[in-house]
């Protein structure tokens, strides 16, 4: 995880979504690239019929705001400004001038190890959906999915989400570095949550192979019958173990069915009060 994509707009989570990057960043020595990033102009159509010269001053302002934010945030915390440094260095830079558009977020971050990013909400102040669907779907990459607050380390106890899929798998994958490192892996198995695949005694097997420190639980899904029961039921035992991250697969079902019947990765970004490392 040396380089760390951060789309950056004025909602209520971005502090928390710098100093969540940052965190990654301090472990692995990563470098930080910010940019300011906007819904297409079509949305505030939608909303607001304006023209289009207006919609460009505004654009305008919030990435000169944008990136002072930004950058008073990294020299607050001394992190240097770089970004030339082959290998990735601790740093960080904001090497472009113009604010872009949400789809932007999946084509550039193919070229980055991960994408930081608040958890969505429903209030104006909250994150936008849009940019995560961006990342989750169309960059290949990870996704932090960071609360408004975020907690004074990550990746040192874990909660692994198993249901066996490909998804999972991947998602498995890419939070590798960050396992190898954790003093403490839960590998987390609900009944009636599952794809056709490995036991969560495997995953966990597999994990310790990798020099992860993991163990496995298996947890029944009792009397709970909502779609989204396996997602309070993930979010509960991490807060009793203290987990400080969840690793979830994304939409393992399709978004329309969780749209309409709810689903484990619905209540997860609805509700968590942790960070997520998620991935499709």
């Given at each position: 995880?040396?380089?760390?994509?951060?789309?950056?707009?004025?909602?209520?989570?971005?502090?928390?979504?710098?100093?969540?990057?940052?965190?990654?960043?301090?472990?692995?020595?990563?470098?930080?690239?910010?940019?300011?990033?906007?819904?297409?102009?079509?949305?505030?159509?939608?909303?607001?019929?304006?023209?289009?010269?207006?919609?460009?001053?505004?654009?305008?302002?919030?990435?000169?705001?944008?990136?002072?934010?930004?950058?008073?945030?990294?020299?607050?915390?001394?992190?240097?400004?770089?970004?030339?440094?082959?290998?990735?260095?601790?740093?960080?830079?904001?090497?472009?001038?113009?604010?872009?558009?949400?789809?932007?977020?999946?084509?550039?971050?193919?070229?980055?190890?991960?994408?930081?990013?608040?958890?969505?909400?429903?209030?104006?102040?909250?994150?936008?959906?849009?940019?995560?669907?961006?990342?989750?779907?169309?960059?290949?990459?990870?996704?932090?999915?960071?609360?408004?607050?975020?907690?004074?380390?990550?990746?040192?106890?874990?909660?692994?989400?198993?249901?066996?899929?490909?998804?999972?798998?991947?998602?498995?994958?890419?939070?590798?570095?960050?396992?190898?490192?954790?003093?403490?892996?839960?590998?987390?198995?609900?009944?009636?949550?599952?794809?056709?695949?490995?036991?969560?005694?495997?995953?966990?097997?597999?994990?310790?192979?990798?020099?992860?420190?993991?163990?496995?639980?298996?947890?029944?899904?009792?009397?709970?019958?909502?779609?989204?029961?396996?997602?309070?039921?993930?979010?509960?035992?991490?807060?009793?173990l203290g987990?400080?991250?969840?690793?979830?697969?994304?939409?393992?079902?399709?978004?329309l069915r969780?749209?309409?019947?709810?689903?484990?990765?619905?209540?997860?970004?609805?509700?968590?009060?942790?960070?997520?490392?998620?991935?499709h």
């Amino acid at each position: 995880m040396k380089t760390i994509l951060i789309p950056t707009e004025d909602h209520d989570a971005m502090p928390a979504v710098l100093e969540g990057a940052r965190l990654i960043a301090r472990i692995f020595d990563s470098y930080m690239e910010g940019f300011a990033v906007r819904p297409s102009p079509g949305t505030y159509v939608t909303v607001e019929p304006v023209s289009s010269l207006a919609i460009s001053g505004v654009f305008e302002a919030d990435t000169a705001k944008a990136k002072a934010e930004f950058e008073k945030f990294m020299a607050a915390k001394n992190v240097p400004q770089g970004g030339t440094e082959a290998p990735a260095v601790y740093s960080y830079g904001w090497p472009r001038t113009d604010a872009l558009e949400d789809a932007f977020i999946g084509s550039y971050g193919r070229v980055f190890d991960l994408v930081a990013l608040g958890r969505p909400g429903s209030a104006p102040e909250n994150p936008r959906m849009p940019p995560l669907e961006a990342a989750l779907f169309d960059s290949g990459k990870p996704v932090l999915i960071v609360p408004k607050q975020v907690p004074a380390v990550i990746g040192k106890n874990v909660l692994i989400a198993w249901n066996g899929s490909t998804e999972q798998a991947h998602t498995n994958e890419f939070a590798m570095p960050l396992l190898q490192r954790a003093e403490k892996v839960t590998v987390l198995w609900v009944s009636g949550g599952s794809t056709d695949g490995p036991s969560v005694e495997e995953a966990t097997q597999h994990l310790r192979r990798n020099g992860v420190k993991a163990e496995a639980i298996a947890l029944k899904r009792g009397d709970r019958t909502s779609g989204e029961a396996i997602g309070e039921l993930t979010l509960e035992h991490a807060a009793k173990l203290g987990c400080d991250l969840v690793v979830k697969s994304a939409y393992t079902q399709s978004r329309l069915r969780q749209m309409i019947f709810g689903g484990a990765t619905r209540h997860i970004l609805a509700k968590a009060t942790i960070p997520v490392l998620m991935a499709h």
